[in-house]
């Protein structure tokens, strides 16, 4: 191994202390950095300078980004943690959006929030010198009794996946990779032999002649069972992009998953366009799975258009995928901008088509919703099935009821409000 030549760093290497930080907060943040390239972005820094703030950016790009998907990550994390003076100030107001204050009147940008939890989550800035004065004197400690708390894991099966951290979002997907959504097979015309059963006189007469027309015994059969397609369709507008993101992950499981029930699972993703992904699901490594299916969909956290979405749905897919008695997974706010009575045709023809069509809203979560949006009050009257999915917690309940077509879940109870108010 050829040896490289001695590294000269000053006395106070403050700087070497700032570069290893930053690796850890990318690290968090989800890139494959290793000690090896942390070494190596000393070594660059110091062979370029520490002069020009683009040679610097580039500089720590080379040696920290190898995938397109990371671009965005860095460049958040190196604003807040080398540019932004008021960096500490803006990552807790992002995290905290309820607070006003020193928080922007923007919205986040791209893996913003992402970066401020890297870069708060468990750590700190590490202390190289007497920057600051001893605070030890200031410091407060403080107990809480959690013995009558939640654990962890069930704290997480009912927490929003919105409020949820970097850490707990990988906890929540590895739950979910171990979540299954079984469903009960179909009658079927179709039969096949077995012990007991209806006598099959077919085959009992073909025995019947093998032994000269003697018929010792009796052939039995029963119905084959049958198993529905799943068809999910799942909003991806700006609204709805954090969900949607969690519900693949839990979609991809049940893709792969043998023995689920299912006997294919076809999803798709709609904003202002439908996208068809089911190719990418059956991509046994779920992170390349999801980012294929990220680029075939153009429309991430953009606008809703579910009617005109749904339109090519029906016109385009609903013969090929919707035979036999599909279940349709429709997950989306219903917050739509397209004519309500165009919406509510669409969904009477998804309705028509469909064996059982079961509506996931995350903004079902609140204790004081109402279908007063034009969207839901178009869409409502056409669905089996109205529940909430915002957590593990739901996503668990739907596993649960998906086979049995009594359960309306909060349907009748917001038709009858809508009745009653006239909403």
């Known amino acids: 191994m050829a040896e490289l030549p001695p590294l000269e760093l000053p006395d106070d290497p403050k700087l070497a202390g700032n570069i290893t930080h930053f690796a850890r ?43 397109p998907e990371h671009r965005t990550v860095f460049a958040q994390l190196f604003r807040l ?3 932004d003076p008021r960096f500490m100030e803006h990552m807790m107001a992002m995290l905290t959006p309820m607070v006003r204050g020193v928080q922007e009147d923007r919205a986040a940008q791209a893996a913003e929030k992402r970066a401020a939890e890297a870069l708060l989550d468990g750590a700190k800035a590490p202390d190289f010198g007497d920057e600051e004065e001893d605070r030890s004197e200031e410091d407060t400690v403080v107990e809480v009794d959690a013995s009558l708390t939640m654990s962890p894991q069930e704290r997480l099966r009912t927490l929003d996946f919105e409020q949820m951290s970097l850490a707990e979002m990988a906890e929540a997907k590895r739950m979910l990779a171990r979540l299954t959504l079984p469903v009960k097979p179909l009658p079927s015309r179709r039969t096949a032999g077995a012990a007991r059963g209806r006598v099959d006189a077919a085959r009992s007469l073909r025995a019947a002649l093998r032994r000269g027309g003697e018929m010792d015994r009796l052939a039995f059969k029963t119905p084959r069972p049958r198993y529905p397609n799943l068809v999910v369709l799942s ?116 309705h028509l088509t469909a064996r059982r069509l079961i509506w996931l809203n995350p903004l079902l979560r609140w204790d004081g919703f109402a279908p007063k949006a034009a969207g839901i009050r178009a869409m409502l009257p056409h669905v089996d099935s109205f529940r909430a999915g915002h957590s593990i917690a739901s996503l668990e309940e739907l596993a649960a009821v998906i086979s049995r077509p009594e359960d309306a879940g909060e349907k009748a109870r917001l038709m009858a409000e809508v009745a009653a108010h006239r909403l």
């Open 235 to 350: 909003d991806i507008s700006g609204s709805m992009s954090q969900y949607s993101r969690v519900i693949l992950h839990f979609l991809h499981a049940v893709s792969n998953t043998k023995g689920a029930g299912w006997a294919k699972v076809h999803a798709f993703t709609f904003g202002t366009r439908l996208t068809n992904i089911t190719r990418h699901l059956a991509t046994r490594d779920v992170d390349a799975a999801l980012a294929a299916a990220g680029a075939e969909a153009q429309d991430w956290e953009g606008g809703t258009r579910i009617g005109a979405c749904l339109e090519t749905f029906n016109r385009d897919w609903s013969r090929r995928v919707m035979g036999q008695g599909a279940v349709v997974l429709l997950i989306t706010d219903g917050l739509d901008r397209d004519a309500p009575e165009a919406l509510a045709r669409q969904m009477e023809r998804l």
């Open 81 to 83: 943690y080398w540019r």
């Open 25 to 67: 907060a990318l690290r968090r943040a989800g890139l494959p950095i290793g000690p090896g390239r942390v070494i190596d972005a000393i070594r660059a820094v110091e062979a370029a300078g520490f002069t020009d703030k683009r040679d610097f950016y580039w500089t720590l790009h080379a040696c920290f980004v190898n995938r």
